[in-house]
């Protein structure tokens, strides 16, 4: 029995060495990547104990003493007089782009993929992407060239129309429209082209049997496309949620290039990571950032977890994890 027992292990044992012995050039393919990801997201987090520490330059981050008490750092932010409006300014924002990109982006995808024409197809992929290479810096300077109350093209239309010049830099009002458009605009394209790439792996054939028997456009992408796009869709929705309370410098940069100097545009457009940056920048204390960013990460960690756990109990085919 222990000899049969034996023999079955080497066994399973020579099966895996073959099989990783065959993976070896998928795993050289990955190395690039995941050490990439492994020095730029992984050994930086090491860090966080800042937000913790009365940090010093000169002492450095282990070298440091501990804050008395520990959780005087979150104590700015939690404090601020306007904690409340930015954090409900960076919830709006963030779910708005998250359903106005996802709407926008699964209806550009169904539509380029029913162009059959391979250079047209090519054309609108590359107008719709185009944005996405944008800074923001240019697109600031796009919108100042259409929204100036001097030589704007908005305000040129409406004077020449016998109305008053608007003062788009000064009514906060504007803005909570101004900027989801604006980053729709920047951003659509680049989730279009996931989820074209999504559909173009959808096997043809389901396409061809709802064809002969009858099935129209709207019935084909309605019971075969949005069906098996789901596991696409949540993911991404996913990783929607845990950016809820960012609004950092990766993806609204906006919100840091807007020409906002009096302040006027704050209750609408400042964020969390806006009113830290400016706050932080006359104090210096990387500490107090370090504790909001910490705050930010955890509450986005919590939300993935939660919305997962929920898609799990409701199709455990469709989970992230």
């Given at each position: ?36 990801i ?18 010093s330059?000169?002492d450095?981050?282990?070298g ?6 520990l959780?005087?750092?979150?104590e ?11 954090t ?9 782009e ?56 908005v ?10 010049a ?11 429209f ?13 989730y ?13 054939d389901y ?18 496309t ?28 906006g ?15 400042d ?28 509450v ?22």
């Amino acid at each position: 029995m222990n000899a049969i027992t034996n023999s079955s292990r080497k066994s399973k044992s020579y099966r895996t060495l073959r099989s990783a012995r065959r993976q070896v050039p998928f795993y050289f393919m990955m190395a690039p990547g995941l050490i990439f990801i492994t020095i730029l997201f992984y050994i930086p987090m090491a860090g966080v104990i800042i937000a913790f520490k009365d940090y010093s330059a000169r002492d450095g981050i282990f070298g440091s003493p501990w804050m008395d008490p520990l959780f005087k750092n979150f104590e700015f932010f939690f404090k601020s007089d306007a904690a409340r409006t930015v954090t409900f300014n960076t919830l709006f924002y963030n779910l708005l782009e998250a359903i106005t990109v996802t709407l926008c982006a699964l209806a550009l995808a169904i539509l380029l993929s029913e162009v059959k024409n391979k250079v047209v197809s090519a054309t609108y992929k590359g107008s719709i992407l185009l944005p996405t290479f944008l800074s923001w810096i240019v697109i600031q300077y796009i919108l100042f060239s259409m929204l100036s109350v001097d030589r704007g093209i908005v305000n040129n239309v409406i004077t020449g129309n016998g109305g008053e010049a608007v003062y788009w830099y000064s009514e906060p009002s504007y803005w909570r429209f101004i900027l989801p458009i604006a980053y729709l605009w920047k951003n659509v394209g680049y989730y279009s082209v996931l989820y074209v790439a999504a559909i173009a792996g959808i096997n043809p054939d389901y396409y061809e049997a709802a064809q002969l028997d009858g099935a129209s456009n709207w019935q084909r992408i309605k019971h075969i496309t949005l069906p098996l796009l789901k596991p696409t869709i949540i993911v991404l929705s996913l990783l929607w949620v845990g950016k809820l309370f960012n609004g950092g410098l990766g993806d609204w940069n906006g919100f840091y290039t807007l020409p906002n100097d009096s302040g006027a545009l704050y209750p609408a457009t400042d964020v969390i990571d806006t009113l830290v940056f400016r706050s932080l920048k006359k104090v210096n204390d990387y500490g107090m950032a370090s504790a909001v960013g910490l705050y930010q990460s955890v509450v986005g960690f919590f939300l993935v977890l939660i919305s997962n756990y929920i898609i799990k109990k409701k199709d455990p085919d469709s989970a992230l994890f």
